[in-house]
């Protein structure tokens, strides 16, 4: 079957301009998870999504930052107003469930870059 | 506190030679996993390992081996006769249940190089 899919692939935009990335998980998977990860760097969580709800958005660095997601499928991350600071590459996550012994799978990830 | 340190920030080495890449992690909780991840160039995440908490038996995967010792908080990596296709950044994690969901807490990453 298929694994997480993101789209697109690389993204390049001036600041200022709204941007939206979205994630396909893998079917069935009802946990999903949205992380940045700079240059460099490692991952940093930024929310995650039970079904369509959201418990945890602390991950979120600014209120320009917005996710949602439909059912139990696809998820759109949202940065209104882009800074050159969130020039990073932004990962999606699944998972089966949302037990600590999921492993998460990832997709390709969206290469941002803010001009 | 919880946290995940992976000690060695870059290696190189060249190929056919092990390599032991080391992680430390800190939690009060009793149950947790630990994972390892491996990022390719081409970026996507391939998942290579799920330890428990209660489970200290190392395990042992092809060229892949990993050590878990619960006393010393660590869960290192080795890789036997290293190739070149080893090159990755390599993520260890720790995996929570916070909040009701899997919380998963990520090392800085370990740059492996494997040169020929």
């Known amino acids: 079957g298929a694994g997480v899919s993101q789209s697109p692939s690389n993204k390049v935009t001036e600041k200022g301009k709204d941007v939206e990335l979205r994630c396909d998980p893998i079917?069935?998977?009802?946990?999903l998870y949205w992380y940045r990860q700079r240059l460099g760097q490692g991952l940093e969580f930024l929310i995650y999504f039970q079904g369509n709800s959201a418990p945890d958005k602390s991950g979120l660095p600014s209120d320009r930052f917005s996710a949602e997601r439909t059912g139990e499928s696809v998820s759109t991350l949202t940065i209104q107003r882009t800074q050159q600071e969130d020039s990073a590459v932004y990962l999606c996550?699944?998972?089966?469930?949302?037990?600590?012994?999921?492993?998460?799978?990832f997709g390709d990830g969206t290469r941002l870059s803010i001009l | 506190a919880q946290k995940v340190t992976q000690v060695q920030t870059e290696i190189s080495v060249v190929e056919k030679e092990d390599v032991t890449l080391d992680c430390v992690y800190e939690t009060r909780d009793t149950t947790y996993y630990l994972f390892w991840y491996k990022q390719p160039p081409s970026g996507e995440l391939v998942f290579l390992i799920r330890r428990n908490s209660f489970d200290e038996q190392n395990e042992i995967s092809g060229r892949y081996s990993w050590n878990f010792q619960k006393s010393t908080s660590s869960f290192n990596f080795t890789i036997t006769a290293s190739q070149v296709v080893d090159s990755a950044v390599y993520f260890c994690a720790l995996s929570l249940l916070s909040g009701g969901y899997n919380k998963l807490i990520f090392g800085a990453g370990t740059r492996l190089a494997v040169h020929p």
């Open positions: 996550a699944s998972s089966l469930g949302w037990g600590s012994d999921q492993p998460q799978h």
């Open positions: 079917s069935g998977h009802t946990a």
